[in-house]
Each structure stands twice: as structure tokens, then as C-alpha cells.
């Protein structure tokens, strides 16, 4: 008779023999030994398939491979460990919590080492301590059961004492990819199991810190500082820098300077106990809510933030203390100065780089349900009293953990985990234990047991609603009162998959307009995807579904601001321009610049006056500018010495970090330090434009005009030497993933509306072809199948003799209803051999009408492939606004009335569009050039708003034109 039971796994109880949480302790006296390094591993496709005598026979290691630890197995052994896969809300298992499946990827797990000859096991105890383990962890040592853990973002410290010895000692581990826990770990992300953090054996030798809590607050209207550090057991606690030594447990009170995420002062410091001496790096930092309002030190802050995943395309979330100080980097050096850990605990060392170089902090505990949502809820772990115990866990085990970092300012107890009374008991815990810090919970829409309203993705309309205490009330009248009274952050928003996101600066308007909006999280910071080679020898970056996934959700994970290999993405530049805490506007002769950091001076930057004067060449000249320093909130305005041209000029002045600021100097040299910038244009005198004095002149089956050779039907053959497939109407651009979107307040999807209405396939029927004694006139109608609407679109080509305008006017026919246009303008060839691009007007990098705040005035050079913006999944990209002049190979461009847009690319629209991954995009027989002269905004509705009422394209009659020169 065989008997079938859950397997430990199952088991909701979080954890087994684990020794009570503690602190992160980074440093001490204390003896420890890292066990990362090449493990013997064995991969079965279930639990079920080999027993746990691995454990304790050495003989089994003759069936292990070697993987290293860290390290996620499925990311290893190409396919022999199963693969990766993404799924964004759905499980990728039956629902029926605490069961999961027998398929369920299990890795056993060997690993010898010599203890030191010096490590004194008799003195105190010894503790094996795992940061990291997916999903669940069973561990011997030296063949002796030490106990189970699960919480896979959270560390685990068993005491290995009693199992220890001198000379050679064995770990041993199963870990199983699905267990009970897993239902509570169901955040968007690749499902990566394995230990994938790091392995410590740490002595703790009698009288050494079994934990402590350091207690800083700062005191804004004395500037004075309070420390009480608890220990246990006690000892004494010096901070040199203050003159302080002191008994744990004893208060001091004494000026310091506060810490503050712009000014992120550490005192270094020791705790002393009879065993043991621990480095600390202690920030004086105190939060409160008073005026309905979070406030740090005093004053309102205001997050300009950014939800963080561990991510790399190599490592998946085991990163290194490099990644994590990439990013730490990457992000003080685009003005992004917080950040949410979405949706676990990070490495707890990136924590001690947000100290260090100063990010506000919420840290979020290792829990999401969402997947309950497919099955209404029911047996929701938030409300089930089987998962009281590991969700208590699952919180203590984060706050003693990051208990000592003063960046931390927020606790968050999960994403997206519905509701449910477990999760006010978290609440209840948090705050008995640490009431020093403000709780968060998107979850909790009611914020009956949080500190602040949040939501994600919320509406610009609903935020200005917010930021005026006007939302619609809540039910129960005292929840309401008490929410009304309280601060508002977007813990996620703007949603930055693909193209885009548009309409950033309109979020920023609003929190720098209410008091109450304390501004948010853009979702996300990277793109998870890791590098593939396609058939045809290209590498291009994988997604959902690349890796045989049963279920999946494609492409949804590249939605970050860096590319999958930390290269800033066109909307990161964007978002630091908007969100830049120094505020500079140019006007014909001043700049008004306005400090408005939180705390900060602006002691570090300086600061150059630029003047480009855009005539036949364009001739620069730059000057240091004296800029006072300017506290907090501050405002001065400069006279600026700005001669009159001809031409049009721009002025734009610039504040750079200097040498001295930490994150400046940590950053390549040479690298981008811009803090702030602003821009004034001003316009070139009116020049007549040339009329046209030649008239057509019919050859054979040609017709010439100036420099131009048109075929008898009026298609442009060539200009000068230059041939050219004829410019004609595009309306055309291959979707982004916010095309593709249900605009949140529309609930149109843009993407399947252009495709319905065939604006991919227009046909032109050219109508007639009119030579006057001044211009060639080609009447034409676009039209696309099935509708009668139209765009009736006339070409008027005149030429002074050396150079061809073209002029275009579109008529709207038909029945357009409420459709937008994607694009309008014309496209057209130029030969294959075209590379160089120069051109005068907005860039360095592409905008939209909605995302265009970073781009500035100036001439650039560029070849064909620089232009291109490489978006994981292909879509539009690349266009360059309010272009002036432009030179495209041998071709070039001037602007007629209004500026043109600009768009380069070796191959067309429509394979852009049919491109699933940048491997897919063949080379064409041409270089295809559009000229806009407008776009459809961007928005962000792959997860939020379409574009704003302001920037949609809406199809009515217009004229616009360009003229050519060889
Ligand atoms: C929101 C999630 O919190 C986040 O993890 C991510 O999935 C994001 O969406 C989309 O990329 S939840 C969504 C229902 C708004």
C-alpha cells in the first residue's frame, strides 16, 4: 500500500529551525566565510524523483554537476535545468493553495569546504546563513537536518553549531522551485528558482551582537541630532566624528548635520560588545506626518522615483555589488532621487549604496497574490488564516533585516495581494516595531491601516482631483475623513514599455502644483530580457514565450527605462529632464533659475551659458556662468549678454554636478553629469522664400523641373544625382506597445483601430498631373480598403532653377468619425547607400509631441543606424522633432512654413511593424525617409492613459512642404 501526502513543500508553515531574524551586519570583527563559489548540483523535474539520501552521501556527488552559487539553475546548463519563464499575473500552476505540482523543478545541492583552522566553534555558536533562496530550502550540514526556509527575496539563518566541525564540512541543500510559498510570490517577473544570493557561514563568538536597532532622529528646529543604538547584549557605541561614546541603550543628543537623500551624510561609527566590533554608518534623519503630509526632517519631500527590479541579462536577479552600484549611479545621475524595491527586498548592499549616495527608500516586502484575481479572490493568501503566520514572518523578516538603513523611509507590505486581515496585521506588526517609518500598501484603497493614499496608474485627471481633496468619497464616513487627510503618492506610474512613455511632464506638473501629490514611482527601472541568437546569427533580446513557455505574457517585460543591457532608453533621458530639480528658463536676455531640491544647495553644480547662432554654418560660443548659490526653494534671475542675429539662436544654460559630488565621481569620466538645463530660441528674421521661376518642361516620358526628374504620372524620380522613390502621403507608423494599449480613460486600443481601418494599406490613385507655366501639380486620392474615407492630397513641386519645394495640402473625405491619424506626412527612398545624417533641430534623441521635453535645438550628426532607438519588441521610433534643415546622404532637407519631423531607417514602416524582435529587421534596397509634419502622441496606455486631448492627431485638411536641394 503506498500512501500520497503533501510534501514538506507544502507545508504553509514559512519556516523550520531558522534563528531569529537580525540585522544586516555587512562587516565585523566576527569571524565569517563565504560559501559563493561552484556547487555540486543535481536538476530532477520533481521532488519525487530522488530521495534526500543526497545529504548525507558524499557517493551521489558522482551523478551532480557543478553550478555556481549564486545563481539562478535555469539560467545554466543550456535547457538541461528547465528555462525561465514569464508570466505577469497569472500563475503558471494550478490554483490550490498549499498544493502545487509533482512537475515541480527541484535542485539538490553539495557544496565542501575547509573551516578555518582558527574558527573557534566552542566559542558561541556558528550560523549558515542563505540571503536568497527560490522557492523553498531544505539544508543539512555534514549530513544533519538543519531545518526549511521560504520567503525567497528574505535571508535565513540556521545555527550549524551542533553540526560543524574542523577541517572539511559538506552544505547540502534541496531547494524545489514550487511550494506552498509560492503563492505568495507571484510578482511580475521571470520565474527563476534557485540559490541565488549569497551563502555565509558567520561565527558568533559568546557576547557578540545578537542584534541591533539604531535609532537616529534629527531634530530640524534644533539641528540637533538623537542616537540611541539598543544591543543586545549591550555594549558602547563611538562616533568619532561626534564625540560620542556611549552605553547602548543611553540617548545623545548633539548638533549634526541631518541626513537627507540629496545630502546623505553618514557618521561612521562601532558598536562594541565583548565579542565583537561592528562598522556603522549612521544618518540622522527623522519621519513625520503633520498637514497631511509625509515629512522628512521637517519638510514635505517629494518623491521623483523609480520601481527597481534586480535584473541583469546574464545573472537575472542575482546581481552583483557592481550592477547594484550601476544602478545606484545610473539613477542619481538622471535625477531620480527614490526609489521603491518592487516587490521584495533587494540585496540588502544596494541598500547601503542608497545610504550612501542618497535615495529615499521604500522598501517593499516579498509578497504579491495577484494571480488570485483570476479566480475572484477566493482563497486569497492576504485573507487566509493558513498564511497568517508566514506573512508575519515574511514582514519581520525584512524590518530586522533593513532596519538600520537610513535611506529606508517607507515600509511596503507587498503589490498587489487584494485584501484581507493578514494584511493589517502586518500593518500592526511594522508599526509596533518600528514606528519611525511610514506604511505603505496600494492594496489598501481605504489606506485604513497605511500612512498614505496610493494608487498606481492613476489618471492625470484623477491626480488633479486628489491634489485638491475633491476623489469621490469613500463609503464609510471616519475612513474617509481620515484618508482626505492624507499625503498621496503613485507608487507606480507611467508605464515605460516601448516607445514612450508620453505625458511625464504633465504627472511632474501636478505634484509640483499640490502639496498633497508627493509625487510617485515610474514603473519600471529595466527591461527583463536576456540575449538570444536567431537562426540568422543575430543576438536580440528575448522576452515571454521565447523559451517554450506553456503560458505567458511576450513582451510585457521589457517595460523599463534602461534597456535590458543598462543603456538609458529614450524615456529615462526624458524623465530626467522633467523631473530636474533645478528649474532653468531662458528668456531673449535672463535665466530664472529656481532651486527647488527639498534640502539641498545648489553648492554643487556649475554652470556654462551657451549661445548657437544657426546661420549658413553654426557658430557657438560658451561661457562660465556666475550662478549664487541658492538653498532650497530659492530663485535667482541672471541678465545674460544675448547679441542680435539674423539667424535663429539659441541660448541654453546648463548646470553640471562638479568634480566633488560622490556620485559624479564614481561615474565614467567623461560621462554625463547634467543636473539641469533650459533653452531659449529665438526666431530668424523673415527671409522671402524663392518662388518658383522655372516651369516644367515635358521630355519624352520625363518630365524635368529645376533639378528634378519626374516619370509622366508625377512620381519623382530624381533630384540632381540623387535618385529618390517618390515622396507620397504616409499616415502610416508601426504601433508601439501604448498604441497597442486600452487607453485607461478612452478604453480605445489605437493599434487595432489603425489596423481596422486598413491605415497600413493605403492605396493612391494619382487623379491628374497639371503642368503650369510656375509648378508641377500632382492631384492624388489615399484611400484604404473597405471605407469610403479619403485623403485627398495634392503635390505641388516649383523650383527656382536649383533647388525643388514640394508642397503638400490633405483634405479629409468621407467618413472619418472619430479615428486618429498615427502620423502624416510623406515618405520616400533614397538609394541603399545613404549612412550620414546631419541635421539642425531638436534632438540628440528621438520626441514625440508628448515626450519631447528632453530634446534641444541644436545640429547633430548621425549615421542611419544611430537613429535608430533599439526597443526590445520593434515599433515606431527614432523621430526627431522640429527639424529645420536636415542632410541625408547627398540629399537635403529645409524646412518651408513649420519645422518637419524627421525619421531615417533602413527599412520600412511596415517591417518594423511585422518585426517581432530586432533580429527579425532585414536591410531594404532603400533608406526610407519620413518627413511629418505631425505625429500622434505616445501616452502610455500599455498600462495607464493614451495621449492627452492636446496631442491627438485628428485628420483635417493641412498644408505643409519642404524644399530640396542637392
Ligand atoms: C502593476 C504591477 O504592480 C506591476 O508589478 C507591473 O505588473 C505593472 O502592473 C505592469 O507592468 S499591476 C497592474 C494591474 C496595474
Excluded at 409 to 431: C, F, P, Q, T, Y
Aim: proline share 7%.
Amino acid at each position: 500500500m503506498v500512501s500520497f501526502h503533501p510534501g514538506e513543500h507544502e507545508n504553509p508553515v514559512p519556516q523550520i529551525n531558522a534563528a531569529a531574524p537580525r540585522s544586516w551586519v555587512p562587516k565585523s570583527t566576527a569571524q565569517r566565510l563565504s560559501l559563493n563559489a561552484d556547487w555540486k548540483f543535481r536538476w530532477s523535474p520533481s521532488p519525487l524523483t530522488h530521495d534526500e539520501g543526497f545529504a548525507a552521501d558524499k557517493s551521489s556527488e558522482a551523478d551532480f554537476d557543478t553550478l555556481p552559487v549564486p545563481s539562478h539553475w535555469v539560467l545554466h546548463g543550456d535547457g538541461k535545468y528547465g528555462r525561465q519563464a514569464y508570466v505577469n499575473i497569472r500563475y503558471p500552476l494550478p490554483i490550490d493553495p498549499p498544493r502545487v505540482p509533482d512537475e515541480n523543478p527541484t535542485g539538490d545541492y553539495r557544496y565542501t569546504f575547509e573551516l578555518p583552522s582558527d574558527w573557534k566553534i566552542e566559542d558561541g555558536k556558528t550560523l549558515l546563513r542563505f540571503d536568497g533562496v527560490d522557492s523553498w530550502a531544505k539544508v543539512w550540514l555534514n549530513g544533519k537536518y538543519l531545518g526549511t526556509s521560504t520567503g525567497s527575496r528574505l535571508p535565513v539563518e540556521f545555527d550549524a553549531t551542533a553540526a560543524l566541525r574542523a577541517g572539511a564540512n559538506t552544505v547540502a541543500v534541496r531547494v524545489v522551485q514550487w511550494s506552498a510559498a509560492t503563492y505568495l510570490e507571484d510578482q511580475d517577473q521571470w520565474w527563476m528558482p534557485g540559490i541565488f544570493r549569497d551563502v555565509t557561514l558567520l561565527h558568533r563568538p559568546k557576547a557578540s551582537v545578537d542584534d541591533y536597532f539604531v535609532h537616529a532622529n534629527y531634530d530640524h528646529k534644533s539641528g540637533k541630532g538623537t542616537l540611541k543604538v539598543e544591543s543586545s547584549p549591550a555594549g558602547r557605541v563611538v562616533v568619532p566624528a561626534l564625540g560620542i561614546d556611549v552605553a547602548t541603550g543611553e540617548e545623545v543628543t548633539t548638533p549634526v548635520s541631518p541626513w537627507t537623500a540629496e545630502t546623505p551624510t553618514l557618521y561612521d561609527a562601532e558598536l562594541r560588545t565583548d565579542g565583537e566590533t561592528i562598522p556603522l554608518r549612521i544618518g540622522f534623519r527623522t519621519v513625520t506626518y503633520s498637514d497631511g503630509l509625509i515629512k522628512v526632517n521637517g519638510r514635505r519631500v517629494l518623491f521623483r522615483g523609480v520601481n527597481r527590479h534586480e535584473f541583469h541579462p546574464d545573472h537575472g536577479r542575482a546581481v552583483t555589488p557592481e550592477i547594484m552600484l550601476q544602478d545606484v549611479l545610473l539613477m542619481k545621475q538622471h535625477n531620480v532621487n527614490a526609489v521603491r524595491t518592487s516587490h521584495y527586498p533587494p540585496h540588502p548592499h544596494f541598500l547601503s549604496l542608497c545610504d550612501e549616495y542618497g535615495l529615499w527608500v521604500v522598501d517593499e516586502c516579498d509578497y504579491e497574490t495577484h494571480g488570485f484575481e483570476w479566480n475572484q479572490w477566493v482563497d486569497n493568501p492576504s485573507g487566509s488564516p493558513m498564511y497568517t503566520d508566514a506573512l508575519l514572518n515574511r514582514a519581520e523578516r525584512m524590518v530586522e533585516r533593513d532596519k538600520n538603513h537610513p535611506s529606508i523611509v517607507i515600509w511596503s507590505l507587498g503589490n498587489e495581494a487584494g485584501k484581507g486581515d493578514n494584511l493589517r496585521l502586518m500593518s500592526e506588526w511594522i508599526r509596533k516595531r518600528d514606528p519611525s517609518r511610514a506604511i505603505h500598501y496600494e492594496g489598501d484603497r481605504a489606506s485604513s491601516y497605511t500612512d498614505m493614499y496610493s494608487r498606481m496608474y492613476a489618471t492625470h485627471a484623477e491626480v488633479d482631483e486628489i491634489g485638491r481633496y475633491a476623489e469621490p468619497p469613500l463609503e464609510d464616513a471616519a475612513l474617509d475623513a481620515r484618508r482626505r487627510n492624507l499625503p498621496f503618492v503613485l507608487c507606480e506610474y507611467v508605464h515605460s514599455m516601448g516607445n514612450g512613455p508620453g505625458g511625464i511632464k504633465e504627472y511632474q506638473d501636478l505634484f509640483e502644483k499640490y502639496p498633497r501629490c508627493q509625487g510617485g514611482f515610474i514603473w519600471e527601472w529595466i527591461d527583463h530580457c536576456f540575449k538570444k541568437t536567431a537562426a540568422n546569427g543575430r543576438e536580440y533580446w528575448a522576452y515571454g514565450g521565447d523559451f517554450g513557455e506553456e503560458i505567458h505574457d511576450g513582451n510585457f517585460i521589457a517595460d523599463g527605462m534602461l534597456f535590458p543591457d543598462r543603456k538609458p532608453s529614450p524615456g529615462l533621458i526624458e524623465f530626467k529632464k522633467v523631473i530636474s530639480p533645478i528649474k532653468v528658463v531662458v528668456s531673449k536676455d535672463e535665466v530664472t533659475i529656481t532651486n527647488t531640491l527639498d534640502f539641498g544647495d545648489t553648492a554643487h553644480l556649475e554652470w556654462t551659458a551657451e549661445r548657437k547662432v544657426f546661420g549658413e554654418s553654426v557658430e557657438a560660443t560658451a561661457v562660465a556662468l556666475d550662478v549664487p548659490v541658492l538653498k532650497a526653494g530659492e530663485s535667482v534671475t541672471l541678465k545674460l549678454a544675448t547679441p542680435a542675429s539674423a539667424h535663429e539662436t539659441a541660448t541654453t544654460v546648463t548646470a553640471s554636478a562638479r568634480d566633488d559630488v560622490a556620485w559624479a565621481q564614481a561615474i565614467q569620466p567623461g560621462a554625463d553629469r547634467v543636473v539641469a538645463w533650459g533653452q531659449f530660441v529665438a526666431p530668424a528674421q523673415a527671409k522671402p522664400k524663392a518662388a518658383g521661376t522655372v516651369a516644367p518642361e515635358v521630355a519624352g516620358d520625363k518630365i524635368h523641373l529645376g533639378p528634378a526628374v519626374f516619370d509622366k504620372r508625377g512620381a519623382l524620380l530624381s533630384i540632381g544625382s540623387v535618385s529618390v522613390v517618390s515622396p507620397r502621403l504616409d499616415i502610416w507608423r508601426a504601433t508601439t506597445d501604448n498604441d497597442r494599449g486600452p487607453d485607461e480613460v478612452t478604453k480605445r486600443i489605437l493599434a487595432n483601430e489603425w489596423k481596422e481601418a486598413n491605415f497600413d494599406k493605403l492605396k493612391h490613385r494619382v487623379d491628374a498631373v497639371e503642368a503650369t507655366s510656375s509648378s508641377l501639380v500632382v492631384r492624388t486620392r489615399a484611400a484604404a480598403w473597405v471605407y469610403n474615407r479619403a485623403l485627398e492630397t495634392v503635390y505641388t513641386y516649383t523650383s527656382d532653377g536649383e533647388a525643388l519645394s514640394l508642397s503638400v495640402s490633405v483634405k479629409p473625405t468621407g467618413e472619418w468619425g472619430d479615428l486618429f491619424l498615427p502620423r502624416l506626412g510623406v515618405r520616400l527612398g533614397l538609394p541603399k547607400s545613404t549612412d550620414k545624417v546631419q541635421y539642425v533641430g531638436y534632438g540628440p534623441g528621438e520626441a514625440y509631441p508628448d515626450s519631447r521635453e528632453a530634446a534641444r535645438l541644436d545640429a547633430f550628426e548621425a549615421s542611419v543606424d544611430d537613429l535608430q532607438t533599439p526597443y526590445v519588441f520593434p515599433q515606431e521610433n527614432g523621430h526627431r522633432t522640429d527639424v529645420r534643415w536636415a542632410r541625408v546622404g547627398a540629399l537635403e532637407i529645409e524646412n518651408a512654413a513649420k519645422p518637419f519631423g524627421l525619421t531615417v531607417r533602413r527599412w520600412t514602416s511596415e517591417a518594423l511593424e511585422a518585426a517581432t524582435h530586432s533580429s527579425d529587421l532585414e536591410v531594404d534596397d532603400h533608406v526610407w525617409v519620413n518627413i511629418d509634419h505631425a505625429h500622434h502622441g505616445i501616452g502610455t496606455a500599455s498600462c495607464g492613459e493614451g495621449p492627452l486631448p492636446q496631442y491627438r492627431l485628428k485628420p483635417e485638411p493641412t498644408e505643409f512642404g519642404v524644399t530640396f536641394r542637392v
